[in-house]
């Protein structure tokens, strides 16, 4: 679980809830109300490298549609956390590969928007993977 080194809106870290086990038994859960809003997390790779990337997150009919940078620099594509009845967790998300040198980089979600049904810019962030490929 990654704690959040800076947030815009609140940012807290939320134990298992709602029917939901996450892989450590929490979450970082982001509570911003309105769209363009940030949290950072820091993260520590052991060596210089490629690495592929994934996060899961989680979907709820009150969560919005996030975007993923990594040392500032946009990945991957708009995820659309809406899910409605029940709250899930996603299956991991690729965010494709990435050249980091070895020490802490930054994974910065941004809220920007939400789907028409959404009542709600919330989002979870349940772990960050970041595979060594070469």
Known sequence: ??????ADAP????????????????QLWFRPD???RSVTVSFTVPTTGTYRLRLVQTLAR???????????TPIGDPFDAYHSP?????EPLDYGQ????AGAHTLTL?????????????AGLDYVEA???S
């Open 98 to 101: 990435r050249d980091l040198t």
């Open 62 to 72: 009150d969560y919005g549609v996030n975007t993923v940078a990594i040392d500032g």
């Open 131 to 133: 595979q060594l490929t």
């Open 110 to 122: 941004t809220v920007t928007g939400k789907a028409p049904a959404s009542v709600g810019y919330l």
């Open 1 to 6: 679980l990654l704690p959040a080194v800076s």
């Open 34 to 36: 309105a769209p363009g």
């Open 11 to 26: 940012a807290e870290v939320q134990g298992d809830c709602c029917g939901i086990h996450w892989s450590q038994g929490a």
């Open 86 to 90: 029940e709250v899930v967790v996603s």
